[in-house]
């Protein structure tokens, strides 16, 4: 009778931990203001409130059938960012959206996808890249209008394999559906992410320099807030002119604007 009680108190005193860490992600992720820091606290409260070490946060276009990369924490958030894959090339992701589309829609809870070897779900150049072994997929889920907006892809370190409980499995499925939700946020109920069809043919860096430049930066305050060098950023600044067939930068801000690209 102690040992039976003994585990029933172990496990109460489990869940309201989990219970717990579900609020402090809440209110972490409601200190954004803009929709990059939005990213940011996403990503660094899946590490900060559960046991992982990475996070790395991808939009889903339903449009393009295609994700892309938003924002790596711990990880190089460049090379994050320069991750576009149409979801033909990822079996494991394609079929989990399948299934969800002959559920239908008003579905309440996502569960997440535990991989314990990361080959088997993801391209392998991604697996050797960032040296993948276990990962877990957590959706990015809008309840409130049945809507998976992307993913957030989470492992415990570079070829560190690993396995989770109930309790994380199911505590890492609200995470996703909070993190909807705030996202959803920031876009009037649809959160506006660069899909692939409005970027054109621009990447999310080119795309993130140029925003830069129409709130007013100079190439030294751009290069110096993305860490790169002046002359990186002159380049991007000259692609994203000829990409958008524009004759100087103030043409450039014109025209993204007007295409909803910025």
């Known amino acids: ?66 994700g892309f990369g938003l924002y790596g924490y711990q990880l190089n958030n460049e090379e994050i ?43 392998i150049k991604y697996v050797k890249q960032f040296q993948l072994e276990s990962i877990v997929i957590a959706p990015i889920y809008v309840p409130s209008e049945s809507k998976l907006i992307g993913a957030a892809i989470l492992d415990q370190g570079p070829g560190k394999p690993f396995k989770i409980s109930n309790e994380i499995f199911t505590t890492v499925m609200k995470f996703g559906q909070s993190a909807g939700e705030i996202l959803a946020k920031f876009g009037g109920g649809r959160p506006k992410f660069p899909k692939a069809s409005e ?19 100079s190439t030294y305050e751009a290069a110096k807030k993305l860490h790169l060098s002046e002359y990186t950023v002159r380049d991007y600044v000259s692609t994203v002119l000829q990409k958008l067939n524009a004759k100087n930068r103030t043409e450039a801000i014109v025209k993204a604007i007007r295409d909803g690209i910025i």
């Open 199 to 217: 970027t054109s043919h621009l990447s999310p860096r080119e795309i993130e320099v140029l925003k830069l430049v129409a709130e007013g930066a």
């Open 81 to 123: 960012k320069n991750i576009n894959e149409n979801i033909d090339g990822l079996p494991l992701i394609k079929n989990y959206i399948q299934r969800l589309q002959l559920l239908g829609g008003h579905i309440k809870n996502l569960p997440p996808i535990y991989v314990s070897e990361a080959s088997e779900g993801l391209p």
């Open 1 to 66: 009778m102690f040992h039976t009680g003994e585990k029933a108190l172990k496990k109460t005193k489990q869940e309201q931990l989990w219970k717990d860490a579900i609020i402090l992600f809440n209110e972490w992720i409601m200190r954004s203001k803009t929709l990059n820091q939005a990213f940011e606290n996403i990503t660094s409260g899946f590490v900060n409130y559960l046991p992982f070490e990475r996070c790395a946060l991808f939009a889903y276009s339903s449009t393009d059938q295609s």
